[in-house]
């Protein structure tokens, strides 16, 4: 059965590509037209502003497009949303926004001091991994999308905690958390650790475990949080396998294996970027790491 059942406004969220939309006119404002209000501003670069429209692509795509609609029917599809959205959309956001937009958001001391916590290495770990396994477990997944504020809450929560996550790898402010070199590897690499027990147990339970994906009565209570009021009840349909041949089972096995899949891809390109970087500034400060070594030594054989 074809999507197209559920009509325009369900499978292309018009009001959401009018907030898109507006983001970007914003974007345009504050760095172009505005930017003068700003203290210290500089250009915004070509890099960043191609961040930004990609970011804003992606959240489309995957909170606007018919992709939104399918990650309803099929939870491979609802952990490719998440995948992209977290793992992509979340860092590409926050190299696209200009740093001295950035330094007038921080400027707020209540949001520095969060921003100044939840950044920290370890607890942005936490918080992320708590969060995407708290999202994903079947009594509370299925909750959540039988409420559409709630689901709009988790859903933003989540986003935030992968802003915390990817805040100390990309962010270029000097006042904020960040990580160089190995530290940096070391902590993408303990990420792809942390939420490998979530996806393992998606991918090895045996049994379908999400309601709202194997259940027609809970299904149909989940879609009518996304679909425009009366449309369901105007069409005959029982549950999400008359929009797919794959067994329930397997398109749950099939959501974990895609969520790992797409992290350890980026995850791959993201370690060869910052090993790239390091090495570069390695080489860059060879002399003078070399010239602080014999000066250590030198003092160190003057004391003996």
């Keep these: 059965m074809p999507l197209s059942i559920f009509g325009f406004r369900a499978l292309w969220s018009p009001y959401f590509l009018f907030f898109i939309l507006a983001g970007i006119v914003l974007y ?49 599809v609802h952990m490719a949303q998440m995948a992209i959205l977290l793992l992509i959309v979340a860092p590409f956001f926050i190299i696209g926004i200009p740093d001295f937009i950035w330094k007038k958001v921080l400027s707020i001391a209540a949001i520095d001091r969060i921003v100044q916590l939840f950044t920290k290495p370890i607890i942005s770990l936490m918080v992320f991994t708590l969060m995407f396994s708290l999202y994903h477990y079947p009594l509370i997944l299925d909750y959540v999308k039988l409420s559409l504020v709630l689901h709009a809450v988790f859903t933003i929560t ?21 990580l160089h070199g190995l530290k940096k590897i070391g902590y993408v690499i303990l990420s792809a650790i942390l939420i490998t027990p ?9 049994v379908p ?6 259940s027609g009565e809970a299904w149909l209570k989940a879609m009518a949080l996304c679909v425009p009021p009366g449309t369901l009840s105007g069409l005959s349909i029982s549950g999400p396998e008359l929009f797919t041949n794959m067994p329930t089972l397997y398109d ?45 030594r030198q003092n160190l054989e003057y004391h003996n």
């Design 28 to 76: 345009f404002l504050l760095t172009k037209k505005w930017r003068h209000r700003f203290e210290g501003t500089e250009q915004v670069t070509k890099r960043e502003v191609t961040y930004f429209l990609l970011s804003m692509l992606l959240l489309y795509v995957v909170k606007g497009s018919p992709m939104d609609l399918l990650g309803h029917i099929l939870f491979s």
């Design 158 to 178: 989540l986003f935030i905690a992968a802003l915390f996550l990817w805040w100390p790898i990309v962010n270029t402010l000097e006042s904020q958390p960040k």
């Design 198 to 206: 979530a996806c393992s147990l998606i991918i090895f339970v045996d």
């Design 209 to 214: 475990v999400y309601e709202t994906y194997y």
């Design 252 to 296: 749950q096995q099939l959501g974990g294996i895609i969520m790992k899949v797409i992290q350890e891809l980026i995850y791959v390109v993201v370690i060869g970027k910052i090993f790239i970087q390091w090495y570069r500034d390695e080489q860059m400060n060879a002399d003078e790491i070399t010239k602080k070594a014999l000066l250590d």
